[in-house]
Every structure is written in C-alpha cells, then in structure tokens.
C-alpha cells in the first residue's frame, strides 16, 4: 500500500459538504440552450450517465472506506460520497420532465444501468487478491471519471456563452452547482487512488477505458436524444456540430479536451492544478438551488 499523498496548502483544505439542492423543472423547454436542441442534449446526456454512474461511485466507495488509513482522507470521501448521492439524485430528477415534455431516456438508461451494476459491479469474487484488484481497478477508474468532472466542472463555471444565448437559468444553476462541487471535491478521487494504490500503469490503462467508455457513451446518448426528440423530425448528431459548438463556447472545446490528457497522464499531475477551488465556493454561496431551492 502506497502512503504517497500530494501536499495541499491548509487554504486548499475545504470540509467538503453535501448542499441539499432543489429545483423546479416546470418552466424548463426541451430546448434549454435556446434554438440549439444539439447543444442542449449533449448537455442532457449527463442526466442519462450522471444517476447510475454517481451511484455507483458511492457503492465503490462506502467498500474502500476499511482500506484508508488517513483521518483527513476519509473525512473527505465520506464527504466526497454525500455530494455524489446528492447530483446522482438531482440529475434523476430531470428525467421525469424530459419524459413530459416528450423524451422517454428510458432505453437509453436501462442501458446504463447495465453497464454500472452489471458490468462495473461487485461481481461474484471470493475474498481475496481478485476481489481487491478489481475493487483498486474500479477506484482508478473512478479517479479518470473525476479527471473530466471536474474539467467540465471548471468548463460550465466559465461557459458564459450560454448565459449569452439565454440558456435555462434553473437548468445552468443545476450544472453549476454540481460543476462546483465537482472542483471543490476535485483532489479527493485522485487522493484516494494514490493512497490505497497508485500504480502508474493502473492510472493509463484505466484512463484509457474511461475515456473511450465517455465518448462512446456520449455520442450515444447524444444522438439517442436528437434520433428521440419528437420536435426533431431528421434529427442527428455529429463529431462535426460538437467541434463547431466548442469554438463558439456552448461546449467544451475539442483542443482543451484533448489537452486535458497529457495533463492527468504526466507523473507530477494533482488535481489542484486545474480549476479553482475559490471560483467554486463563490458560485456555491450564490447558487439559488443551494441556497433555499427556486
Ligand atoms: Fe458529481
Ligand atoms: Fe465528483
């Protein structure tokens, strides 16, 4: 077992906190991002991934908590494992309107499903070295995951082209709010993979089927919805219109995506290098939904 643990100034260190959140979905249009049903599912596929794979976090979890043997560690993934109960829910929460306003996820999610409690879960292993491999597999796998919340994170904290384009304000409060917390939790994944394991060969190969499993998932997921939208009678999706809405700064952009990667693959990386802790507090202390609902 490995102790290395990346030094955080005491600044840094924040008690991290679960926000009891809530949010009227009533007056949200199928087509949040105004005119730009593209831009709005790509977004909504995190209602389709975020609710089995946050749970699933919490599942992984709660079995590491024995292997920790750091006080302050714990503290934080006990607290890690409160916020994430809470954006699974919150984003749960949406799929009922989606279904409302015409878009059954249901197929798309039973998918999903699937994939975290089947594939990605507990299987039936025998106590032992093949059961703690795979439950170290899954930790830095989670790690990965967390790489890319928390660069969306930071992404959607910034992305003032949607408040530009008068984007839903209950919809971009929801993935601010969950953005925030996923910068200010951003360490404690990493911190985690590096204290019960850190094997730097565990860290590519798993990052490699994160990434591959987030495009794959996404690009699914996003013409699942334009295919579905019943507003949309030719509705596609395209690697191409997902480029174009990153130089205009309603998503991510490629070249910082790709960016990304050397950055979480290169020996001396920490999460506290990306994103700013101080940002997200900020937007935490305005967020209408964690600050008595809309
Ligand atoms: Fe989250
Ligand atoms: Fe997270």
């Known amino acids: ?13 924040i008690e991290l906190k679960a926000r009891k959140v809530s949010f009227d979905w009533e007056e949200t249009p199928l087509h ?35 292997y920790i043997r750091d006080d302050r560690l714990r503290e934080d993934v006990i607290g890690f494992i409160g916020q994430e109960a809470m954006h699974s829910q919150a984003h749960d929460d949406v799929l009922p309107h989606l279904r409302k306003l015409g878009l059954d996820p249901t197929p798309y999610t039973a998918q999903v499903d699937w994939l975290f409690e089947k594939l990605l879960g507990d299987r039936t292993l025998p106590p032992g070295r093949a059961r703690r491999w ?19 994170g930071d992404w959607v904290l910034n992305a003032e082209e949607l408040d530009r384009r008068g984007a839903d304000p209950v919809m971009l409060d929801l993935l601010r709010w969950h953005g925030a917390e996923e910068v200010e939790h951003r360490a404690v994944a990493f911190e985690l993979f590096m204290h ?44 191409r219109d997902f480029v174009h809405r ?10 910082d995506m790709l960016r990304s990667v050397p950055r979480y693959l290169s020996r001396g990386y920490h999460p506290s290098q990306e994103g700013s802790t101080a940002q997200a507090v900020a937007y935490l202390a305005s967020s209408p939904a964690a600050n008595g609902g809309h």
Do not use: C
């Open 1 to 13: 077992m490995s102790n290395r643990r990346p030094a955080r100034t005491a600044s840094e260190r």
């Open 32 to 66: 949040w991002v105004p005119g730009d049903p593209f831009t709005s599912h790509t977004i909504n596929v995190l209602h389709l991934l975020l609710p089995a794979g946050e749970r699933w976090f919490v599942h992984v979890y709660r079995q590491v908590l024995p």
């Open 196 to 239: 019960v394991d850190g094997g730097y060969r565990r860290r590519v190969r798993t990052w490699a089927t994160a990434f591959s499993a987030l495009v794959f998932l996404w690009q699914r997921g996003a013409r699942f919805f334009m295919e579905n939208d019943p507003t949309l009678p030719n509705g596609k999706a395209s690697v």
């Open 134 to 152: 795979w439950l170290m597999e899954r930790v830095a796998l989670i790690a990965a995951i967390e790489h890319y919340t928390a660069f969306l």
């Open 246 to 255: 990153g130089r205009h700064g309603v998503l991510p952009s490629t070249p």
